[in-house]
């Protein structure tokens, strides 16, 4: 059962221009008239758009965006220093839930860093560090994973590889006998994997280092076609999941429609019985276990330990322990 609050307060939503995350920032928005919600987007003509069709839809007026370009740590510490700056109400939630998978070529961000990893984990890694201060003290993160990342469930998509954090940054180059598609895709689902060691590992650093009671939790939104997950795949699979694959949607046992999706994840937000769930997994609403991979400790302290390094994490922007 979801709870209004008489106390105005932020919730600060990744990519909230589209798909899962204009769901889940439309669903908030309803959900209380007090609730502030950002959408922190890379394309500020379509964010612009995005609020204007969510201010429409909720008849919330408190509906605003902030450019964040995750592909570039300037801009992520730009986000952050603005949002300070803003009159914001105290910010209660982050929804790090921008993602992309591209299996075209190896992009790399403005940092230097392979795209997939630097934009679906590092670039929130960063952003999340660095609100912790300004959240309040029963604050939630909720970080967007992915079925994808456990090697023993039947997906679409190639199963997670991780060696070390610094191999996915810069990776090495592909062997002869692999195909792009493969790669772009171990690489989202090893990233969506990153996706819950950050989860777990903020989880515990907040309980063991700080007096505050914020939560942070990892969600599976389940498949979701017709997102636009697939803008970079060859164009019959883009065709079949843009347009195929939605029909069927109820038909498929792991299928979801967006807005079911969204539902579930504000839930995570929202629900009162969750405010001491911390370090936990999600499908959809359900709590269950991730992967046997997810709950590997030496990977964990690898990539935060490496995650650090990358994003030049200094003391003075996190109230948590920057070593590993």
């Given at each position: 059962?979801?709870?209004?609050?008489?106390?105005?307060?932020?919730?600060?939503?990744?990519?909230?221009?589209?798909?899962?995350?204009?769901?889940c920032?439309?669903?908030?928005a309803?959900?209380?008239?007090?609730?502030?919600?950002?959408?922190?987007?890379?394309?500020?003509?379509?964010?612009?758009e995005?609020?204007?069709?969510?201010?429409?839809?909720?008849?919330?007026?408190?509906?605003?965006?902030?450019?964040?370009?995750?592909?570039s740590?300037?801009?992520?510490?730009n986000?952050?220093?603005?949002?300070?700056?803003?009159?914001?109400?105290p910010?209660?939630?982050?929804?790090?839930?921008?993602?992309?998978i591209?299996?075209?070529?190896?992009?790399y961000t403005?940092d230097?860093?392979?795209?997939?990893?630097?934009?679906?984990?590092?670039?929130?890694f960063?952003?999340?560090?660095?609100?912790?201060?300004?959240?309040?003290?029963?604050?939630?993160?909720?970080?967007?994973s992915?079925?994808?990342?456990?090697?023993?469930?039947?997906?679409?998509?190639?199963?997670?590889?991780?060696?070390?954090?610094?191999?996915?940054?810069?990776?090495?180059?592909?062997?002869?006998?692999e195909?792009m598609?493969?790669?772009?895709?171990?690489r989202?689902?090893?990233?969506?994997?990153c996706?819950?060691?950050?989860?777990?590992?903020?989880?515990?650093?907040i309980?063991?280092?700080?007096?505050k009671?914020?939560?942070?939790?990892?969600?599976?939104?389940?498949?979701m076609?017709?997102?636009?997950?697939?803008?970079?795949?060859?164009?019959?699979?883009?065709?079949?999941?843009?347009?195929l694959?939605?029909?069927?949607?109820?038909?498929?046992p792991?299928?979801n429609?967006?807005?079911?999706?969204?539902?579930?994840?504000?839930?995570?937000?929202?629900?009162?019985?969750?405010?001491?769930?911390?370090?936990?997994?999600?499908?959809?609403?359900?709590?269950?276990?991730?992967?046997?991979?997810?709950?590997?400790?030496?990977?964990?302290?690898?990539?935060?330990?490496?995650?650090?390094?990358?994003?030049?994490?200094?003391?003075?922007?996190?109230?948590?322990?920057?070593?590993?």
């Open positions: 059962m979801l709870t209004k609050t008489k106390s105005p307060r932020t919730f600060i939503i990744t990519g909230g221009n589209s798909g899962l995350g204009y769901a920032a439309k669903h908030i309803k959900a209380d008239p007090n609730h502030h919600v950002i959408l922190a987007c890379r394309n500020a003509a379509k964010a612009k995005a609020v204007e069709s969510l201010t429409k839809e909720t008849n919330n007026k408190n509906i605003t965006s902030l450019e964040l370009d995750l592909a740590l300037a801009s992520v510490r986000f952050v220093s603005e949002f300070s700056n803003l009159d914001y109400p910010l209660y939630a982050l929804v790090c839930n921008a993602g992309l591209m299996v075209d070529k190896t992009h403005q230097g860093f392979e795209s997939t990893f630097g934009i679906n984990h590092l670039g929130h960063l952003l999340a560090n660095m609100l912790l201060e300004q959240m309040l003290d029963s604050g939630r993160i909720v970080f967007v992915s079925g994808t990342h456990d090697p023993a469930q039947k997906t679409i998509v190639a199963a997670p590889v991780y060696e070390n954090a610094r191999l996915l940054a810069y990776p090495k180059e592909m062997s002869s006998n195909s598609l493969t790669v772009g895709q171990r989202y689902s090893t990233s969506k994997l996706n819950i060691y950050c989860a777990y590992e903020f989880a515990e650093r309980q063991q280092q700080t007096e009671k914020i939560t942070v939790n990892a969600f599976n939104p389940g498949q076609p017709g997102t636009g997950f697939s803008r970079t795949f060859p164009p019959l699979m883009r065709f079949m999941m843009k347009h694959l939605p029909a069927f949607d109820l038909l498929r792991n299928g429609a967006v807005h079911k999706s969204g539902d579930a994840l504000v839930s995570l937000l929202l629900n009162p019985d969750l405010h001491e769930t911390t370090g936990k997994y999600f499908e959809g609403t359900r709590e269950i276990k991730s992967s046997d991979l997810s709950y590997n400790r030496e990977n964990r302290k690898d990539l935060w330990k490496t995650s650090v390094e990358l994003t030049k994490l200094s003391k003075k922007e996190t109230i948590l322990s920057v070593e590993a």
